[in-house]
């Protein structure tokens, strides 16, 4: 019913830069809260940023100044600037969304959505 498209990963230097976007399609009657995620090899998946309806942020602290998280609801889009990257930040990262859609019968309802994850890899 509801599909996550993510992209703008790619390989970048140490203190280089990159725009993560995901965006979400489908018959989409409001996003609630949108989330990024991201797993490295061996590790397991951890929560970096998020961002309520109303606007509210959270970082995780290992990202916190350097990473921001912002979202286009006109687009049902969700985005995060990465700046100052750090090997350590290397990893498949997910976007993640709580939505209120209309299902085959016409119903609403709520679920939380994943994208299928974009690579990011931080090396010289």
């Known amino acids: 019913q509801v599909q996550l498209v993510e992209s703008g990963g790619g390989l970048v230097q140490p203190g280089g830069s990159l725009r993560l976007s995901c965006a979400a399609s489908g018959r989409i009657f409001t996003i609630y809260d949108m989330e990024w995620y991201r797993q490295a090899p061996g590790k397991q998946r951890e929560l970096v940023a998020s961002?309520?309806?109303?606007?509210?942020?959270n970082y995780a602290d290992s990202v916190k100044g350097r990473f921001t998280i912002s979202r286009d609801n006109a687009k049902n889009t969700v985005y995060l600037q990465m700046n100052n990257l750090k090997p350590e930040d290397t990893a498949v990262y997910y976007c993640?969304?709580?939505?209120?859609?209309?299902?085959?019968?016409?119903?609403?309802?709520?679920?939380?959505?994943w994208g299928q994850g974009t690579q990011v890899t931080v090396s010289s």
């Open positions: 961002i309520s309806s109303g606007g509210g942020t």
């Open positions: 993640n969304a709580l939505i209120k859609y209309t299902d085959d019968v016409t119903r609403r309802r709520t679920s939380m959505f």
